[in-house]
T-cell receptor, first 110, second 113 residues
Framework: AQRVTQPEKLLSVFKGAPVELKCNYS??????LFWYVQYSRQRLQLLLR??SRESIKGFTADLNKGETSFHLKKPFAQEEDSAMYYC????????????FGAGTRLFVKA | DTEVTQTPKHLVMGMTNKKSLKCEQH?????MYWYKQKAKKPPELMFV???????INESVPSRFSPECPNSSLLNLHLHALQPEDSALYLC????????????FGEGSRLTVL
């Protein structure tokens, strides 16, 4: 079965420090991976998706099929990055469901 | 208009009540979704509508009844709910089912007494 694992429930870093939010997945086919973010009192929204290979708000994520990972990285964290981050996988071989990981709360300290 | 709008934002109901949650989008998206999110948990898929037809029902109890009157509207009818059904109910849409990103509404926070 498809599964998305985010091992850290909470990640706390200082402003200006690098940040990496981990995401591992199990999937038998060719997955489509996403990072969604939820800022305080805002709706859940897309941050980035692996097929676009963009850098959004300084964040990047590379799909590593060998390690089945899609870690989210930013070289210098900002206080406004504090939010809940969900890694998500879409099953493109059957059902096309989007499955979410448990989420990681990022707290960037001043 | 690039938003998914959900009403009401908050709903309190008794176990014998009948109520409905509403969702609307005017982005021309052909797929609409209901997710349930309990506190400190990720969203869990409940239903998917594609081109106004129910495509997926994730074994949701029949006390939850979805309805898609047209391509812009999605309802979730609630009847005889249990206290454990209290949660944030999120509506989402996408260009088509299986493509593109999900656009989420702000959610309807439901409390069942």
């Amino acid at each position: 079965a498809q599964r998305v694992t985010q091992p850290e429930k909470l990640l706390s870093v200082f402003k200006g420090a690098p940040v990496e939010l981990k995401c591992n997945y199990s999937y038998s086919g060719s997955p489509e991976l996403f990072w969604y973010v939820q800022y305080s009192r805002q709706r859940l929204q897309l941050l980035l998706r692996h097929i676009s290979r963009e850098s959004i708000k300084g964040f990047t994520a590379d799909l590593n099929k060998g390690e089945t990972s899609f870690h989210l990285k930013k070289p210098f964290a900002q206080e406004e990055d504090s939010a809940m981050y969900y890694c998500a996988l879409r099953d493109n071989t059957g059902g096309f469901k989007t499955i979410f990981g448990a989420g990681t709360r990022l707290f960037v300290k001043a | 208009d690039t938003e998914v709008t959900q009403t009401p934002k908050h709903l309190v109901m008794g176990m014998t009540n009948k109520k409905s949650l509403k969702c609307e989008q005017h982005m021309g998206h052909r797929a609409m979704y209901w997710y349930k999110q309990k506190a400190k948990k990720p969203p869990e898929l409940m239903f998917v509508y594609s081109y106004e037809k129910l495509s997926i029902n994730e074994s949701v109890p029949s006390r939850f009844s979805p309805e898609c009157p047209n391509s812009s509207l999605l309802n979730l009818h609630l009847h005889a709910l249990q206290p454990e059904d209290s949660a944030l109910y999120l509506c989402a849409s996408s260009q088509d089912y299986g493509t593109g990103e999900l656009f989420f509404g702000e959610g309807s926070r439901l409390t069942v007494l």
